[in-house]
Structures are given as C-alpha cells and as structure tokens.
C-alpha cells in the first residue's frame, strides 16, 4: 500500500527532544517506504497558538533533515470538522449533554464509593426537549459526546464490545468500549477537542500509517469506532514507547526537556539528535547514523521495546563528538567560514583539529591557536629550552615530517625525550597541553608564529 503519514505537533511552544521521536519515526518511515509526509499544526487552541511557534516547529524539523511533502492547519479547515460533527447528529451519534465538571466529579466519586467504574452514565440522552429548553434557559450549553458501539438497541444498557487492531509496534491489541465513558468531541463553546479533528483530517488526507506515542493507545479504539460511524477505513496504527528522563519521568517542554532550539544552539549535530531519539528504547545499538537515509535502513517499527525508552543527554555529547569526528570539509566548510575559518589554509586546519572537536564550534578555538600572534606564556624552567628551540626551527617550507626533524634536533642537544621533549613546545606554541597532532599543526602555524612565540 502507499505510505503517508504525518506528524501533528501543536504550536504552543518549541520542539523538544520527546517531539523529535514521533517525527523522526514517521520521516523514517515515509523515507524507508518511499511515502509522503504531511506536516498538521493542530492549532484550534486559539490563545497558545502562535505562528512563531509554528515557523520555529517547520525550523526545528527542517534542522533535523525533515522536508514536509505538505503542511496543512487545523484552523482552515474547520468546515470539514463541523461537517462531520453534523452528520454524527443526524445519525444519533453526537448527543448533547448539559453536565457541569462538578457534576460529573461527583457522579464519578459516587461510582467509585460503590465499587462500580466510573464511567459516563449517558443521562444526557435521556433528556426530552423539554429538558435541554430548561437548561438552556438556566444558561447552560452543551457539550457533545460521541455514542460508542457498546449496546445493544437500547444506548443505557451497555456490553462488552471488543474494539481490536493490530499494532505495528505492540502486536495485537484490544480494548473494551464498555469500559470507557462517550468522549466528549465538542465542548460548551462549540470548539472541538482532539479526537474528531484528528479522524476528519486522517481520512481527508488519506493518511496510511499513524505512528505516535504509547500514551495514545487508550484513545485507539474510540477512533477506530469513531472512524468506522464516519463510514472510513483507519489506518494502520502504531505506537512507540516514549522518552523519559533516566527515572523514568516523561519528557515536556513544562518539565524543561532539551528543546531542539538550545541543542541547535549549543552545536549539537542533527544527527546526533536523530540517531539518540530514534534508536534509543529499540534493540539496535545506539550508534552516530550518518544520515537519516542510514538510520531509516536501521530501525524497524517492530524492534521497539515495549518497556520505557530511557534518554539521558549525557549520551549527546559523545555521540556528537563521534559524528563530528568523521565530518568532511565539505560538510562543515560554510559553518567554518561563519567562524572566520576559511582560506587556503581552512581544510588542513579542519582535517587536523577535528578529532578534538566535540562540536564544529570549537574548532574556532584551534583556529584562534594558530593563527593568533600573540606571544604565550612559558613555565620558567622552561624559557632557555623554548628560547633554544627557536634558533633550531627549521626553515620553510614546512611539512608533516617538520615537527619530527626539529624535535629531534632537540633531543639530539638537550637529551631531553617524551613529555619534557615535546610539551613545553606545545604549550609555547598553542597555549594548550593537549590537542591535535602537532605534525599537522606546524605548518598551519608556520614559522613567522612559530619564532614569535618562542622567542
């Protein structure tokens, strides 16, 4: 069958970590199925929702490598829901009911004292006209609530109605109507909640595959009946484990989840993002992907755990340093130049100070090491070796057999061998005890820098 999924984010706020999964699996999909992938604000929230958030969620996916194949909002199309809702009402399937929040706390408080579940008890199709005249004119209005398939003829004796799927992720799974309250579709003020947006928009845009979160399981079997009133196919279902903090907490941007605007910021590659999202809570190895054509070839639906996909953002920085260990030039020459690192100089630079890089960013910190004039500091007992180290620098050009000839003209005069040998002339001429192979640093310095610092 051809594969169109989407991802439904809201934009209330920045995408975080926890969002970046579910995107991520369905893009992967789409990318392994040669599919199509649809970009849906659920936006209806009409005081959180803001373009900004929007351009910064179409921002955030695009840094992640995601190209939506179309995006569409909820606020546009609001005359395909109320259509929907209409026709529901005429089969009897959307019925009013007048209940305060207070009202049905207490019903559902009662329930529970006497040992029953405290499910909907549909008083409000027990209502005549004469009721709801009665209670409008108290100044209440309704909320609608959707008829699950769970009776036989008569709506107020309930049995047990299996609603079953098989899930992509999970395997097969069922779920008792009988056991669930009629969910509310439309609130008081004729906005509508989550479910009957969703489904209109499934089937309109002909998605094939829903990939979500577990926390959307228990919602499953009201929009499979919910699908079927509406006289559509649903689609295949699955649903993956969540990200949680390494306790075992769920990951929210109220809860201060990494939100992929501060990893963006702090030089954190995409794919390192990508491939911790993604293969943690499966049974592949997490491991640096190189691309997301790569790491659509790595994770199947089914190898997810059914047990919590635990992230801990410390496994960012050493993934991350493994990626931008094997970057090409090409791949980060524009960043480079961004750090005022370019010229004829820019790919050997890059090609020898990668490796101590955790991030492309700090590659401005080697550069300024090389390049800058200034003279450093030397330790004291050290000043007569750096100060004769100068006089036996070789002449230019320099290469990568340079640092050993020099050095070893050194040893040859002073004796001196290993860390005495080599580090105060690192020190001298990069301010640093540790780093990329000198070798490969020599000629970038060169020796104008070279003598300057020395001396």
Known sequence: ???????????????????????????????????????????????????????AIAGDLGWLGIAPHQSVRQSDRIALYDAAAERLKAQGLLYACYETSDELER???????????????????KLTDEDRVRLEVEGRRPHWRFLLPNHDGDPFVTRRTEMAWDDLCRGAQSVDLASLSDPVLVREDGSYLYTLPSIVDDIELGISHVIRGEDHVANTAVQLAIFAALGAAAPVFAHHNLLTTVSGEGLSKRKGALSLRSLREAGVEPMAVASLAVLTGTSHAIEPADSLETLAGMVDLADVSRSSAKFDPDDLGPLNAKLVHGLAFADVAGRLAALGIA???????????????????????????????????????????????ASLLPEEPFDETTWGAWTGALKARTGRKGRALFLPLRKALTGEAHGPDMKALLPLIGRRNSVGRLS
């Not at 893009?27 to 373009?51: M, P, V």
């Not at 019903?107 to 199709?125: H, I, K, M, S």
């Not at 100070?353 to 300024?368: I, M, Q």
């Open 1 to 55: 069958m051809s594969v169109t999924v989407r991802f439904a984010p809201s934009p209330t706020g920045f995408l975080h970590i926890g969002n970046a999964r579910p995107a991520l699996m369905n893009w992967l999909f789409a990318l392994k199925n040669q599919g199509r992938f649809i970009l849906r604000y659920d936006d209806t929230d009409r005081e959180r929702s803001t373009a900004e958030f929007a351009d």
């Open 107 to 125: 019903r559902r408080a009662r329930a529970r004292a006497l040992g029953r579940p405290p499910v909907y008890d549909r008083a409000g199709l």
């Open 343 to 389: 010229g004829e100089k820019a790919e050997a630079f890059w090609l020898a100070v990668r490796e101590n890089c955790a991030t492309v960013g700090e590659a401005a910190r080697w550069w300024t090491a090389i390049t800058d004039p200034v003279r450093l500091p030397v330790d004291a007992e050290d000043a007569d070796y750096v100060t004769l180290a």
